[in-house]
């Protein structure tokens, strides 16, 4: 891939963002701003460099500075690289006295990294967050759009495994959009 | 068992679908609503109900709808608040899961009562999967011609949005989720302007949870009346309750507001029971937010009554001796958990989320983490107790936002309740401080 290679949406992307923006009142485009930025993620590998910031900001017709000010606001947003699979494990109150503590320790151990660290091929990035709604099914971790709950250690070496397996880049979008 | 208002066909195979919805009596509201009454009339219904907001406040739902500025000219909006952040609640997951369209039908007939002709649903940005559930259940509402343009023959018409938030608790404060809508950071704005004047795009709005807009559709098919007859006293209709924690059976119940707590807890129609055969400590009875009560207070009020699971009966005592339903997310601990940790985790959750507008709360929430964490560490001091109790009485009151308070409450009655287990905490360290320094002198 060359160094300089336009940043811009595939053709459907675009035809994607378009019709968000339709979802607002005239003149309210910016609305459009988060569903288009979790559009530009999945798009531009998993995160949100300053030149794809910039793009989604000229699409919208808005300030460079009014993106950047909502990607550092929001935890799903990456302003930097992540390994192909992002492992969010939850650590609040009902996960924890459920013992997501030893699903933590265990993925740190496994993948030879601590929280906010990728694995050396690239693979894996390890992340903790604060409740995902699964509290009645803790402890869990979220991969992507997936929620993996009622974990054990066990189930999360099966994870991993089939994670690398299929080798293929965990997104938050899954067909959010339908013809309409 | 108990009525089931809204889940009552949670069970049968295909009900994600409109066609299996439909068959089990689905958008009966909106066909009574739109033909047989004009919309005041539904809003009257959703007061006679006595319905209060699910989403933890527990403000009249039916007098919110009253407030919404209906003179101006500007377009009205109804927003649905489905951010669901608050930790240990998880039900409106569950319901947008498993019964998409029971909401696309509140959103409707709730529309229609406000003179709404656009509507919008804000989702938190994890629940991306369910993003997807409701365009499909919105599609079909669509093309069944339950949504679009002359609904029904009549002449309202109605869109309806899914819009994903991107990972923030405060988002689920109804301003800063408006702001975020508009394509913003999520901070919190002053009040007045409320958003029945100045809302979405500075138009009248209002704000209701995924649960509370649900509700509307059982209080429309059998009347008001007759859903206020559930209940106890202000504490009318059913709730759902997202159980999580040392039970046997963590899980969203549906229950008729007034069943006693101890029942909620032990019986095997709900959580059944402290899992392996322990004993209960403390319970978080209404979302992380609310005061933390230790066993004894959970069952009795200080009167001695049993505690009921009302609005009321949970707050009974104030926070002396009492907590709130909140938003209905009952936290268990059994005897082994350490209030201390537990505590923790709260308190580094509302540091991370709080969106630092404020300084009290953007400071003050960031002392609590640090002085729990070396509690928990093992290198605290005596005076970190007293400390903690400080810093939230600090940042209570002082916010844009209830964010503060909801950050100090946890803080504040986990300390009043169980001070000892924080001091021993604080001892354990002084002693390795001591310890410490006598191997240093070795
Ligand atoms: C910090 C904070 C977080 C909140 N989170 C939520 C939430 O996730 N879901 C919700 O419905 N209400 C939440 N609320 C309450 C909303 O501000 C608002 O009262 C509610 O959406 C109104 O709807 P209701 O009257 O139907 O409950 C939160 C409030 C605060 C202060
Ligand atoms: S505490 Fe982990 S999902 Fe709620």
């Given at each position: 891939m060359s160094e300089n290679k336009k940043i811009e949406f595939s053709i459907e992307a675009l035809a994607t963002a378009k019709k968000i923006m339709a979802r607002y009142p005239e003149g309210k485009q910016k609305s459009a701003l988060i569903p288009i930025l979790h559009l530009a993620q999945t798009e531009f590998n998993g995160w949100l460099s300053a030149e794809v910031m910039d793009y989604v900001a000229s699409l919208l017709s808005i300030k460079p500075i009014e993106v950047y000010e909502v990607v550092t606001f929001y935890s799903m947003f990456n302003s930097k690289p992540v390994g192909k699979c992002l492992i969010e494990v939850c650590q609040t109150s009902s996960c924890w006295l459920r013992g997501s503590d030893e699903i933590v320790a265990h993925i740190k151990n496994k993948l030879n990294i601590n929280v906010g660290e990728t694995s050396a091929d690239g693979m894996f990035t390890l992340k903790t967050v604060e409740c995902l709604g699964s509290c009645g099914t803790a402890p869990m971790l979220q991969c992507g759009a997936d929620f993996h709950e009622n974990l054990t250690v066990e189930k999360v070496d099966e994870l991993l495994e089939k994670l690398r397996n299929k080798n293929e880049r965990s997104s938050y979008l899954k067909s959010m959009i339908t013809d309409r | 068992m108990g009525k089931k208002l809204l889940l009552e066909h949670i069970n049968e195979p295909g009900i994600q679908s409109f066609e299996v919805y439909r068959k089990k009596g689905g958008y009966a509201s909106v066909e009574k609503a739109l033909k047989s009454m004009k919309p005041d009339e539904v809003t009257e219904e959703v007061k006679r109900s006595g319905l209060r907001g699910r989403g933890g406040a527990g403000f009249p739902t039916g007098m919110k709808w009253t407030f919404l500025d209906r003179r101006s000219e500007k377009p009205r909006y109804l927003v649905c608040n489905?951010?669901?952040?608050?930790?240990?609640?998880?039900k409106d997951r569950y319901l947008m899961e498993h019964l998409p369209h029971l909401l696309v039908e509140g959103m409707i007939t709730s529309s229609y009562a406000l003179g709404a002709k656009t509507s919008y649903i804000y989702i938190r940005g994890e629940y991306m999967y369910i993003v997807r559930i409701l365009e499909k259940a919105i599609e079909e509402a669509y093309a069944n011609g339950f949504l679009g343009k002359n609904i029904l023959g009549t002449d309202y018409s109605l869109d309806l949005y899914v819009h994903p938030g991107a990972g923030a608790y405060i988002c689920g404060e109804e301003t800063a989720l408006l702001e975020s809508l508009e394509g913003k950071r999520g901070n919190p704005r002053l009040k007045p302007p409320f958003p029945a004047i100045a809302g979405l795009y500075a138009c009248p709005t209002v704000v209701n949870n995924v649960e509370t807009i649900a509700a509307v559709v059982p209080i429309i098919n059998i009347g008001g009346d007759e859903y206020a007859k559930i209940g106890v006293g202000k504490s009318t209709g059913t709730k759902l309750i997202s159980a999580s924690g040392h039970i046997n059976k963590p899980g969203v119940y549906e229950i008729e507001l007034g069943i006693p707590v101890e029942e909620f807890i032990f019986s095997d129609e709900y959580c059944g029971g402290i899992w392996k055969d322990r004993r209960l400590k403390a319970v978080v009875a209404g979302g992380s937010s609310v005061p933390i009560l230790p066993a004894d207070l959970i069952f009795t009020t200080a009167k001695g009554e049993p505690r009921l699971m009302t609005y009321e009966s949970l707050a009974d005592g104030g926070f002396a001796t009492g907590t709130m339903l909140g938003s209905g997310g009952f936290i268990v601990m059994d005897e082994t958990a350490s209030i201390v940790e537990n505590l923790y985790t709260f308190s580094r959750f509302y540091h991370h989320e709080s969106c630092g507008q404020c300084s009290p709360c953007r400071e003050g929430t960031g002392w609590l983490e640090k002085i729990l964490h070396r509690l928990r560490e093992g290198h605290g001091k005596k005076e970190d107790v007293d400390l903690l109790v400080s810093v939230a009485k600090n940042i209570e009151g002082k916010t844009i936002c209830p964010l503060g308070e909801a950050a100090a409450w946890p803080v504040a009655s986990a300390v009043k309740h169980f001070r000892k287990e924080f001091e021993e905490a604080a001892a354990r360290l002084q002693l390795s401080a001591v310890q410490k320094a006598e191997l240093a002198t070795h």
């Open positions: - | 489905a951010d669901e952040s608050e930790p240990g609640t998880f």
